[in-house]
């Protein structure tokens, strides 16, 4: 059971800017969620490793400007392993310790992901290669419904003990719409011997119809009831505040379950983030009085 005297750890994810106003608004979402003093954030790549130096940039300047603890993406994709490995050894120049270390999606136009014939096969092997330099504490991703290239039933979990064992750390999930899709989930890893951390990745939902055709790519189950809900509250003009109730009461039942770690899929709009994190009893005032 959880203490409810004490706060959750959280986490947030952005995503690099391809464009001026993209930009201003990866800025605008930092600069709001940071006061939630988050034990780290993650920013990604773009579909098949497009925006790496974008990535760079973002990473080296929320480090260095707002003193968070950044963790930066890095993919499989369309890079020989001395590609990857270079922009890891970049990352780690600009005092950046924490690596996500992901297969990474198929690039533009293809339908699966391919291995570079240089480079990493699968994300096995680039953790192997993280972990052996020994300067990355090094998270990967997770997927508590089958992840649509999965051979089998299962094979989520043995994929993930395998990059545990390779010396990840931790793991975020992909997210999920439901508790008890994370909560069997971390049961049957705790079954296969997985002790690491698994940290549930919560997206809070801006839009319901663009969620529920990314949810369709990543294989995440689309409950009925949840877009009954959803059709419901866009006749009310209340998607928003369905929207923060929903999040809220996912973390608050996962809370009771022992789940003390959130990772926020931001999509760099801080607004529902920062109402939910307010909601599970995170605020900027509290931060403050802590320091002080």
């Known amino acids: 059971m959880t203490n ?26 930092v600069q709001a969620l940071a006061p939630m003093s988050p034990e ?8 098949g490793g497009t925006t790496r130096a974008l990535t760079h940039d973002a990473v080296a300047t929320i480090g260095r400007n707002y003193g968070l603890n950044v963790a930066a993406h890095l993919t499989c994709v369309d890079a020989t392993r001395q590609e990857t490995l270079a922009i890891a050894e970049a990352y780690a120049a600009v005092g950046v310790c924490e690596i996500v270390a992901l297969r990474g999606d198929a690039p533009k136009g293809a339908t699966r992901f391919t291995p570079h014939p240089e480079g990493f096969s699968d994300t096995v092997e680039l953790v192997e290669a993280l972990a052996a330099t020994g300067k990355f504490n090094i998270r990967v991703g997770a997927y508590p419904e089958p992840h649509p290239d999965a051979a089998y039933a299962g094979a989520d979990v043995g994929w993930l003990k395998r990059k545990i ?7 975020i999930t992909q997210f999920f719409f439901e508790a008890e899709t994370f909560l069997r989930f971390r049961d049957a890893c705790v079954k296969a011997g997985i002790n690491a951390p698994i940290l549930p990745g919560i997206l809070p939902i801006d839009n319901w119809d663009g969620v529920k055709r990314f949810a369709a790519r990543c294989g995440t189950a689309i409950p009925g009831w949840l877009d009954e809900a959803f059709r419901a509250a866009k006749r009310d003009g209340r998607e928003e505040l ?4 929903l999040c809220t009461e996912l973390c608050d039942t996962l809370r009771t379950e022992g789940v003390e770690d959130f990772h926020f899929y931001t999509l760099n709009r801080p607004h529902l983030t ?4 307010r909601a599970l009893g995170i605020s900027p005032e509290l931060i403050l009085e802590k320091v002080a």
């Open 242 to 245: 369905l929207s923060i109730a």
């Open 165 to 171: 064992d390779a010396g990840a750390s931790s793991a």
């Open 4 to 29: 409810s005297n004490t706060s959750p750890r959280i986490s947030f994810e952005f995503f690099p800017p391809q464009s001026l106003d993209a930009s201003f608004r990866l800025w605008e979402t």
């Open 274 to 277: 920062r109402e939910v994190v």
């Open 40 to 47: 780290f954030v993650s920013v990604t790549y773009g579909a």
